[in-house]
Each structure stands twice: as C-alpha cells, then as structure tokens.
C-alpha cells in the first residue's frame, strides 16, 4: 500500500469526536478527504442553529464540513464518486445509506457501531446496555449494507462495564475506543488482514430509538433496574417521576440513585429526611441521590427535601404500558 488509504467520514453523534479528531491528524497511511454530517438544528428556548458535535470538532479543527440534507441524493452521490474514497467511514450519522453511496468506495463503507455485534442492533445500543445491567458492551467495525446494522464483522472491541457507567460518559468512551484503533482497523481491512464475518443470525437483538416516555420510572420494578435507568437515559430523556401534592403534580428526573434491601409497597416513601431520601420499588429501596424538579436547577435529593412539606406527598404510580 504505497499511496495513502484516502476516507471520507460521516458522523453527527458524540461517540464520532474522537474518531475525526483522531483521523484529522496527519497518518503514514490514511488520509481523510472530507467530513460530513447532518445539517445545523435548531436547539434551546431560542431555537438557535447549532451545529452537531462531529460538526463543532470538525470546524475548530479546520474542516470546511459537509452539511448533508440527504445523504441519497444524486449531488451529494456526485460530490462522493468526484472525490474517490478508499473508504467511507460512518459513525452515528443519523441518515441510512443507499446501495448507490454504498457501492462507492474501493474498500467499502465500514460503520463503527456502539455494541458488540449482533447484539443491539438499531439505534440505542449504549442506553440498552446500561438498562439490561450488562456486565460488558464495546464497539464493532462492521461492512455496511442495505439492511441496518446486519453486514459483515472486521472486528470487535470490548469495553468492560462497572455498573457506574452513565450513558453519556459511556458514548464517549466507546468513541475513544474506537479512535485508539481505527487506523489498525482500516488497514487490516484494506489489505485483507481483518476479512469480514457474517453475523450469527439467531444472536439479533434490536434496539428502538428512545422516546421520551421511556423514561418513566415504574415503581413495581426492582429498584436494580431503576437505578439502572438512571444512568441509561441520562441526560436524555432522563429517568422520571411524578410526586402529588393534593391537586399539585411536580415532576422530577432522578439523575443518580442507590439500590438499597427493603420489602415495601412499591411507590412507599420509606424517608425523606436529611438522612436521605427513599422510595420503595417492586423489590428493594432506591435512595435517591441527585435530582432535577421540574423549572428548578439539579440538586441533592435532601436539598430538595428542605424546601418543600415531603409529609404532604406521595409518589404516583405509573403503569408499565404493554
């Protein structure tokens, strides 16, 4: 491989900053010809335009980016084929790509997804790892193909998981895993070191994009799998409750919590002092750590506790929907 292995990247997602910071710099071997990703969206109370974050690191690092509308349209399949890739690299892009983008790059395209393959295909493998408690998760170089997520395996990295993990900090350190080993990757792929494994069919699980509704805390649930959502869907859409003041609803997004022994009706407050604040599951107590009440900044739990008449409240109980 005497010329350089040139890659056009597209990505949106958090988990894609390392991995085109990490292609930005200059390599023996590959060369990035170009990033792009989904267009500026409007964000906050004001709507204003931000960019994505592959987009914001790009900008500060140089790059005239790629705002792409539709990743199927003819120009932007023109603008690939002009520039001839050895490879397209995708991570966390956001559009679905056709078999005409996918059947441009000499080595093919090679998608970094944020599981350990065939395990949680789809569009939340992070949160759904955390939310099953798993006891590992990693990162997979896989081919693209038509069908999501289901093309050939170059090669798998695992991350080991503590049980602390919050879903943020998570994408960002599979990102950093991926990062560390994209160039090995991309090599081994172009010289046929790393050829690609088909994907053992009766081991697919899917994963769904998340809803705001998914984080809804059902206290019939063993406080392990509460505690666990709070960590999956932070920051968003964050793990929440509702307490009832008589006719006053205000709800709360449990942030950080601990899994304590307890046998109570799920939705008990079991106490709420400044000694802690907890709240009785399906099986166990969750002590709630950090919250935000709705319109108020977060805080501790027992902060939230000195301003508001906690003997006057219950928890509402939420039904699992089927």
């Known amino acids: 491989m005497a010329e350089k292995l040139r890659v056009y990247f597209m990505g949106s997602g958090q988990i894609a900053v390392p991995i085109v910071q990490t292609l930005s710099r200059p390599g023996d071997k590959l060369e990035l010809i170009g990033v792009g990703t989904q267009p500026d969206r409007p964000s906050g109370r004001r709507c204003r335009l931000l960019p994505t974050p592959v987009g914001a690191a790009a900008e500060s690092l140089g790059w005239r980016v790629d705002k792409i509308e539709s990743a199927s349209s003819p120009e932007f399949e023109a603008y690939l084929r002009g520039l001839s890739p050895d490879f397209l690299l995708v991570v966390s892009f956001g559009q679905l790509l056709r078999e005409n983008i996918l059947s441009i790059p000499r080595y093919g395209c090679v998608n970094v997804h944020a599981s350990v393959l065939p395990k949680y295909r789809g569009a939340s493998p992070i949160s759904s790892a955390l939310a099953n408690r798993d006891p590992y998760t990693g990162v997979t170089f896989m081919k693209m193909v038509k069908k999501l997520d289901a093309g050939d395996i170059y090669r798998i990295l695992k991350y080991p998981l503590s049980g602390h993990e919050r879903c943020d900090e998570l994408e960002l350190q599979l990102g950093l895993l ?4 994209v160039h090995d990757t991309l090599e081994g792929i172009a010289c046929g070191m790393l050829p690609g494994v088909a994907q053992d069919e009766s081991q697919v699980t899917l994963t769904h994009k998340i809803k705001k509704q998914d984080g809804r805390i059902i206290w019939s ?26 006719d006053r609803e205000e709800r709360i997004t449990v942030h950080s919590a601990h899994v304590l022994p307890g046998d109570y009706a799920p939705g008990t407050i079991v106490r709420a002092d400044k000694s802690g604040f907890f709240i009785a599951c399906g099986a166990g107590v969750l002590e709630l750590l ?27 109980l939420e039904e699992e929907e089927n």
């Open 221 to 246: 649930w063993p406080a392990e799998k509460i505690e666990a959502m709070t960590r999956a869907y932070y920051p968003w859409p964050g793990a929440t409750m509702t307490l009832l003041f008589g």
């Open 178 to 181: 991926a990062a560390v080993n």
């Open 290 to 316: 950090e919250i935000t009440p709705s319109g108020r900044k977060t805080m501790p739990a027992v902060a939230y506790l000195n301003g508001c008449r906690i003997a006057d409240a219950r928890v509402k």
